[in-house]
């Protein structure tokens, strides 16, 4: 089966193919240090490339693709989400870091409450 070529619409207007081995190199530096496998950043890539293509079309802007790596790194790995999220929202001070955690706290509550983390309990 064959793909369609995605295009990645860089800030300078810029395009080139999408490549999951980008991601991969992109995230891998906020994973510096961090107990994440070679397999974890590939499936992480996988599943960038499957949402940015859900969207449908065959070209994606660059800031899409940052926001898809968002949400799967932060399951994989807070940390390193952290890393990521301080360079792509531009982070300024500590109070962004302490902003970004706040709302992380939130989330994992709002998700441990949720009826799907309850029945994956029992």
């Known amino acids: 089966m064959e793909k369609a070529l995605l295009i990645v619409v860089k800030r300078n207007g810029l395009t080139e193919p999408f ?3 980008k991601v991969i190199v992109g995230v ?4 510096q240090g961090r107990d994440v496998s070679e397999d974890a950043l ?8 499957e949402s940015v293509r859900s969207h449908g079309g065959s070209q994606v802007h660059a800031n899409d693709i940052g926001l898809a790596i968002l949400d ?8 390193a989400y952290l890393r990521f999220a301080s360079v792509y929202k531009s982070f300024e ?30």
Do not use: G
């Open 42 to 49: 590939k499936r992480l890539a996988q599943t960038v490339e």
């Open 28 to 31: 891998k530096r906020a994973c």
């Open 19 to 21: 490549s999951r081995d």
């Open 72 to 79: 799967p790194l932060r399951e994989l790995d807070e940390v």
């Open 93 to 122: 001070s500590a109070e962004d870091f302490e902003s970004e955690i706040r709302m992380m706290r939130r989330q994992s509550r709002m998700a441990a409450r949720s009826p799907e983390a309850h029945s994956s309990r029992r």
